[in-house]
């Protein structure tokens, strides 16, 4: 191993509201070495996700909370550079839940070795990775898309938004996006093909979704809640779906918001409007990213990756991607493959 040290971000207190750079501190530590049973994985890739706002508060969740002290959870694709475990191999290309940290110690649980055959290694923390899975599964098995359909995204040209957009197009869907920037409403027409894009930011998004829905909604694939949800809602069709990925715009708020209560436009469209964890589908990750990857192949399915190089600039990368600066799926490029 080329270094001796080991760089981890550790949380050093819990944000109220926005977190800030204050809250996260870089540490040196010694390099890991493998007990029996157990690999040292160098990370390349560090995939920052918004979920990781909910990790910092302490409270009850689908998940624990990070300690005060602790390293920052996130998944990490890189290299097995020290091995004692059967499983794994000095070289082993794996992805798992490492850290925010240039080397992790695992028992090889909760790795898997990644199949480089389906596309480039940054791909496996995006489009097919977690967001990559929440994308497909949300959208084919939660929305439920029928040819024809219409079918809205919010946060389109996000690492999960983006892939929705181009499934809902490969299934055949009229699909218009949301997003929060002209660059990003261009980018979601002329490269994704999207029939439309609205910026929530500067267009009036409820004279938009009429103009740009005129057969009203049959699918609303929720990444952001709000505003945005509640103008979605009063213009869904009978037997509309929504399928409720995320409520970002809700997760920096101090005090949560007094929602929803537009419910009664469910009980007119007798629609369904379903939550899900893509920890859910994870049996058959497998068969979708081979499905992916064909689509990736045949260019009917694009990505577009924001890249930060350092696991020095993870904290302020994650801060900006909760105000939307990120432009794609943001990953922090740890080291070099
Ligand atoms: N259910 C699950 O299992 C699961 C799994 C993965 C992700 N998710 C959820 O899916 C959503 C998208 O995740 P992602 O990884 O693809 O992130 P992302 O879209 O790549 O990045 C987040 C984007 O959200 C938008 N945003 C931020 N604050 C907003 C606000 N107040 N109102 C509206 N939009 C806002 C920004 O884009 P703009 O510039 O367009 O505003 C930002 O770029 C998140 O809500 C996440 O929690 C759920």
Do not use: H
């Not at 191993?1 to 010694?30: C, H």
């Not at 995006?126 to 359909?149: K, Q, R």
């Not at 629609?271 to 589908?281: N, Q």
Request: hydrophobic share 40%; charged share 25%; aromatic share 8%.
């Amino acid at each position: 191993m080329p270094e001796q040290i080991n760089r981890q971000i550790v949380l050093a207190s819990r944000p109220v509201g926005y977190p800030k750079e204050s809250d996260f501190k870089l540490i040196e530590t010694e390099l890991p070495r493998a007990d029996e049973g157990e690999v040292v994985v160098r990370a390349i890739w560090l995939s920052l996700d918004p979920y990781m706002r909910g990790r910092l508060n302490d409270v009850q969740s689908y998940a624990p909370a990070v300690e005060i002290g602790g390293v920052m959870v996130g998944g990490v694709a890189g290299e097995v550079v020290e091995s004692r475990s059967p499983a794994y191999k000095v070289g082993d290309i794996v992805q798992g839940p490492l850290g925010w940290q240039e080397y992790a110690v695992s028992d090889g649980r909760n790795l898997a070795i990644v199949d480089r055959s389906l596309g480039p290694l940054s791909t496996f923390m995006g489009v097919l990775g977690m967001p990559g899975m929440t994308a497909y599964f949300g959208l084919l098995d939660v929305g439920s898309p029928e040819p024809g359909d219409t079918v809205v995204v919010s946060a389109a040209s996000g690492a999960v938004g983006q892939v929705v957009g181009q499934i809902a197009r490969i299934m055949g869907c009229r699909v218009v996006g949301l997003a929060g920037s002209a660059q990003k409403t261009d980018f979601l027409i002329n490269d994704l093909g999207f029939d439309a894009a609205i910026n929530y930011r500067t267009d009036n998004v409820e004279s938009a979704l009429d103009a740009n829905c005129p057969d009203g909604i049959d699918v609303y694939f929720d990444n952001v809640g709000g505003y945005i949800t509640d103008a979605v809602l009063e213009r869904i069709n009978t037997f509309a779906r929504i399928s409720v990925c995320g409520q970002i715009s809700q997760y920096n708020l101090e005090e949560p918001e007094l929602a929803p209560r537009n419910l009664r436009f469910l009980i007119v469209n007798q629609a369904r409007m379903e939550g899900f964890l893509v920890t859910k589908f994870a049996a058959r990750f497998d068969e979708a990213r081979k499905r992916m990857s064909k689509w990736m192949a045949t260019g009917q399915l694009r990505y577009r990756e924001d890249v930060v190089d350092g696991l020095e600039k993870a904290p302020g990368a994650l801060i900006g991607m909760m105000t939307g600066e990120n432009f794609g799926k943001l990953l922090v490029k740890v080291s070099e493959e």
